[in-house]
């Protein structure tokens, strides 16, 4: 082996080794929980249909409602009965969980079921937080946050900080609301459609 031929693989072994160094250092992937696509899909057109202004900017847009509000006054004033997710009606919370942390926004500790409720990492704003979402729909509730000292009697010692035109709330004994039908708009509409040509009658929600 001559000099130019030893000195090109020292060359190559070094870089390699580099290479190697560099990766090794690399902070591995650290997986994050994804929302699974939901079960029901509106057009943004469809939501504002349903929804008011201030519904439609907190639950579609992850906006977030000024605190201590009318809404949060009357949640403070809400005896036994259940919460429901304003743009699908499943069921999110029950006063069963609720507590007055002081914070100016609706506080449960726990998810009346935990399979309506999803949690994922939100490094929105510069923060490191863990946002709150209807499982069924999509629909941004609030945050959750863990080990505070507002929580800290509760049995979980979780506080999920919710927003309160996200939910709507039925009295013990009332009537839950319908939950909205599976798919989006534009299977609705195919449907439709498809009933139209076959002479079937539609019947919607």
């Known amino acids: 082996m001559n000099k130019s031929s030893a000195t090109f693989l020292l060359l190559l072994a070094t870089l390699s080794s580099s290479c190697l160094a560099e990766d090794k250092d690399k902070p591995a992937a650290t997986p994050e ?8 899909t509106l057009s943004d057109e469809e939501w504002k249909k349903r929804l008011t202004e201030e519904q439609y900017r907190v639950t579609r847009t992850a906006g977030t409602e000024r605190p201590f509000g009318k809404i ?11 919460y429901y997710c304003v743009c699908c009606g499943a069921e999110l919370f ?6 007055h942390s002081g914070c100016g926004w609706p506080s449960f500790y726990d998810a009346s079921t935990a399979k309506n409720v999803l949690e994922r990492p939100d490094h929105s ?28 009697a509760t ?12 939910l709507h709330y039925v009295p013990k004994g009332g009537e839950p609301p319908k939950l909205l039908e599976l798919g989006s708009a534009d299977v609705e509409k195919k449907k439709e459609a498809v009933a139209k040509e076959a002479g079937v009658p539609v019947s919607k929600p």
């Open 33 to 40: 929980k994804t929302m699974s696509k939901p079960q029901v």
């Open 72 to 82: 949060y006054e009357e949640f403070e004033k809400q005896g036994e009965g259940t």
């Open 94 to 99: 029950t006063s069963k969980e609720k507590f």
């Open 125 to 152: 704003h510069g923060m490191i937080r863990v946002e709150t979402l209807c499982k069924r729909c999509g629909a941004h509730l609030g945050h959750v946050f863990d080990g505070e000292s507002v929580s800290a």
């Open 155 to 166: 049995p979980t010692k979780r506080r999920f900080c919710i927003n309160g035109v996200a």
